[in-house]
């Protein structure tokens, strides 16, 4: 996980700041969703942060009961900030499949590359999903595309390893 924790460490500040800064340009379905992310996001902070797995499954459970899905993920960057808190919430739980939709969308639809390298990782050893290099390295491949040098260098590898 590279670099995941000061990317989470912005997300979560920037997702904080929208919370607190809904004002009226926002109508009431989107200022309740802001308030609802924000009670579960004191959850989501003390599962990925102090490694509370009761926490994890309080707030695992308040995404299924408020309805989160990755689908929601490609509402807006405010959607995408809160949809990776929701994915290392997920890591950190041991759910690496609903971890892994999460960074799929975040790959194709945020174009994240951290995300799509991580979804590279899933694939080529099997976490959460069925193991497949060549999914793998497609993966690693769009990683690279969207600037990621690790996901380019691996990506190189597996080219001469000869996974197609």
Sequence with gaps: MRQVTNKFVLAFMIFATMVLNADEKFTEQERKERYQMGQVGKFIKDCVFEKDSNACQIAIAQFAELGYSPDKCNKGEFWADF????????GQAGNYFMKHK?????????QIPDQCS?????YFGGKGVRQDYGLAKQYHGKACDLGDQVSCDIYRKMNEAGVR
């Design 118 to 122: 991580e979804a590279g990782f899933n």
């Design 83 to 90: 949809c990776f808190m929701i994915a290392a919430t997920y």
């Design 102 to 110: 999460y960074n799929e969308v975040l790959c194709h639809i945020r």
